[in-house]
């Protein structure tokens, strides 16, 4: 054990962080009590003292993972690991960590469960879809049984990716696409899951239970998670057809507009979405000239209001971008490969290349024996069940009870959380999904932090000014905060997010000039 600290330096509610031999070691004060993890994001390894403390729970600013300080347990989504576990031993006013972690709160499979496929193909779980939800939902399973048959089910060829990267440094970078993986293929097999890679599902019934594969095999199953995430929408227009045509929703696409964006090149990006403004500003950081048409009149304006779609119309023209707003357009042309764009005011956009972003519809077509809703999604109970006790639905496909109401949400930590507690239940749990909402976007390098969601709001407060200033802009129905924006701002929203998960938000009054850390501190932790 070594002495790292005084115990009087650190009261209730506060962190710190300490080296201890090669590790960054946080310290965390609760209700009397110090408890040590690494202090080290498992998702990008950022340092969790600058985040938030509540209770016992510790929130990361850039992502928003959220960690329990008492065991290192992983609270929720992203990153696939909890934290290393130090000992803690105070003796007088001094703090004491042992060496080398105690627990290591991540899974270690070596290779003692083997793959268990079963003569009949009938398996106990099946997880249709590899995205982030699949890839919670089999940790979460084996973290629970062990000895239950497993098949994850992959339409692409790689194992679970980190889908955030692919707009954003991937596209802007030579990146290889091996370095988007979640886990290995290895890791699944060691795990004793049968992972089937580029596996094209055809039928899923639901009341027979059976998924029928392209090849002609079937599978049975006993449980089942669906989790096939979303469809680029393509526009009806003439042209998507053209060389040079792209939607961003997979590695390979961003590798193929990537290699056609070069110095100088023509990028037309149709629609203003968060992929389109983040693969606007990916092609223009290698070079390409880039033009986002848009039928709105702002970017974001209708998401975060006219104040933040003028501040990021203006970032993205600082770096270049030009925007052809109130407009749409009606034909790609070209001879083969793509030369233009025409939009509905007859003027014409020359282009190297496309990029469709104008957002994804469910992935559902496949599944029998349930009705969808208006979306061609899937409602899902508070323990995102969709069918009885045999099916259960995560991610872009599921509309779920929410404390706004039924919502059915695009975001990555998302679906990660939704296919954990659906895992877990799928094992025998039964835990409800609680998580408040969170999404991030980087936009021309400045990171938005967007924590609940709104999309009736009546009035925003700002606590500080976009374009002037780091800012939370809060987003209010009836006197209700139902979300938060914040830039540059970020422990801030991180303690705004653990409030409104508590549901210890001051009223609307008080929103501007909040210590929100201390807020953080005052809580008292339950029981």
């Known amino acids: 054990m070594t002495r790292v600290f005084s115990l009087s330096q650190l009261p209730t509610g506060h962190m710190h962080s300490v080296k201890v031999g090669d590790y960054d070691v946080l310290l965390a004060n609760v209700a009397g009590e110090v408890y040590a993890v690494e202090n080290k994001c498992s998702h990008y390894q950022f340092a969790l003292s600058k985040g938030a403390l509540c209770e016992h729970r510790v929130r990361c600013p850039l992502h928003h993972a959220c960690f329990d300080v008492r065991t290192g347990e992983q609270l929720e989504a992203p990153g696939m690991d909890g934290l290393p576990r130090f000992e803690v031993r105070v003796a007088g006013d001094d703090i004491h960590v042992s060496e080398e972690p105690v627990a290591k709160n991540r899974p270690d499979p070596d290779g003692s469960w083997p793959v268990k496929t079963p003569t009949d193909n009938h398996y106990t779980y099946a997880i249709v879809g590899g995205g982030t939800a699949g890839a919670y939902a089999v940790e979460a399973i084996r973290a629970i049984d062990r000895e239950g048959s497993v098949v994850l089910l992959s339409q692409e060829e790689l194992p679970p990716y980190d889908r955030t990267k692919v707009s954003k440094n991937f596209m802007q970078e030579d990146m290889e696409t091996a370095k988007l993986s979640l886990r290995s293929a290895d890791f699944y097999r060691r795990y004793g899951v049968d992972f089937r890679a580029g596996a094209q599902v055809q039928r899923l019934d639901l009341n027979t239970k059976t998924i029928g594969l392209a090849d002609g095999s079937s599978i049975a199953y006993d449980r089942v998670l669906m989790a096939t995430g979303g469809i680029p929408v393509e526009p009806d227009m003439p042209g998507l057809d053209r060389d040079g045509v792209f939607t961003i929703r997979k590695p390979a696409d961003a590798v193929a507009a990537r290699e056609q964006a070069s110095e100088g090149s023509r990028a037309v990006i149709i629609g203003g979405s968060f992929i389109g403004l983040e693969t606007a500003m990916s092609l223009g950081k290698r070079g390409a000239q880039v033009t986002v048409v848009e039928t709105a009149d702002l970017p974001f304006g209708k998401v975060f209001g ?112 939704q296919g954990r507690v659906a895992g877990r239940n799928m094992a025998g749990q039964a835990e409800a999904y609680q998580m408040v909402p969170f999404f991030w976007t980087n936009q021309q390098g400045v990171n938005y932090r967007y924590v609940g969601h709104g999309t009736d709001y009546d009035e925003i407060v700002f606590d500080g000014t976009p374009g002037e200033s780091p800012f939370l802009a809060f987003y209010v129905k009836d006197r209700h905060v139902q979300a938060c924006l914040g830039v540059k701002r970020d422990a801030e929203a991180a303690a705004i997010n653990e409030l409104m998960a ?14 929100w850390l201390q807020r953080c501190r005052d809580v008292q932790p339950a029981g």
């Open 502 to 515: 508590l549901g210890q938000m001051p009223p609307v009054e008080d929103l501007v000039g909040q210590d």
């Open 306 to 417: 006219e104040q933040v779609g003028a501040y990021t119309r203006k970032l993205h023209e600082d770096a270049g971008v030009t925007f052809r707003f109130g407009r749409k357009a009606k034909a790609i042309t070209g001879n083969g490969a793509v030369t233009g764009v025409t939009l509905d005011d007859g003027s014409e956009l020359p282009a190297d290349l496309v990029v469709v972003g104008i957002g994804v519809r469910p992935a559902t077509d496949y599944i029998a024996g349930v009705a969808f809703q208006d979306d061609h999604s899937i409602r899902v109970d508070g323990h995102l069940a969709a069918h009885g006790e045999n099916a259960w639905a995560a991610g872009d496909i599921a509309t779920y009870p929410d404390r706004e109401g039924l919502l059915r949400i695009e975001h990555w930590k998302v679906a990660g959380q």
